[in-house]
């Protein structure tokens, strides 16, 4: 049942925010001006949040515009109702719905729904990653000088250890294929299915890749902090690979180029 409901609850947050995408919608900033919220990501909130709570009344809720909704459940629904909403209020369909699992403090279920590109990813601890119901592996790539990657920058960034522009600045030197979609969501799945073979990002919150670092783990790949330990989603830092170039990665990320 929790995988169907999981489903449900994807694709129900899907349909509305193709109902409201290119259309009209309100839009409002939160803490900068480009850290947006719509009408598309409540609604599709609502819309999940009413397809599992008729299911599992009784379940915690951990979702970015609404926050904790606190219950004594072993089971955890961690949700963003819509990844990449500065991109959707302009229109670009990089944009996705992304619901993670998690019981017992372990995440077990993954879905990511980019309903423009018709892309549903999807994995379940232990059983592999899918998308459309089609098994996707992380890419074989071996040399990160050659290695196409993804990153994104946060939104205020007030200086500290692994600076997000001179990381970048380096691979831009080189030459190196690096690209900011601006869905974290989407930049896992996309290391999952071989399209990045890598991704790193400073400050992530857990909703943004709960559900993706599983997807890129069931895909065989790999995902740690910065210094390369095990990943947790309650943690800001993540660097994400096909495993291959994870470890070149995390020494370019910790300044040692």
Known sequence: MLKETL?????AGGQVLQHYF????????????????TEADKGAESAIFKVIQDTYPDHFILSEESGELVTTSNTKWIIDPLDGTVNFAHGIPICCVSIGVEVDGEMVLGAVYNPF?????????????????????????????????ATGFPYQ?????????????????????????????IDLCWVADGRFDGYYEHTLNAWDAAAGFLIVEEAGGKVTDFKGNRYSPYQRTLIATNGHIHAQLVDVVNGKY
């Open 7 to 11: 489903l449900k609850a994807t694709q």
């Open 22 to 37: 290119n259309g009209a919608f309100q839009i409002s900033s939160k803490s900068t001006i480009n850290d947006l919220v």
């Open 117 to 149: 590109l018709n892309e549903f990813f999807f994995a379940e601890k232990g059983k592999g990653a899918t998308k459309n119901d089609k098994s996707i592996h992380v890419s074989a790539k071996t040399d990160l000088g050659s290695a196409c990657m």
């Open 157 to 185: 960034w007030e200086g500290g250890e692994n600076d997000p522009v001179d990381i970048f600045a380096y691979f831009v030197k080189r030459g190196q294929a690096v690209r900011r979609l601006g869905s974290a969501a």
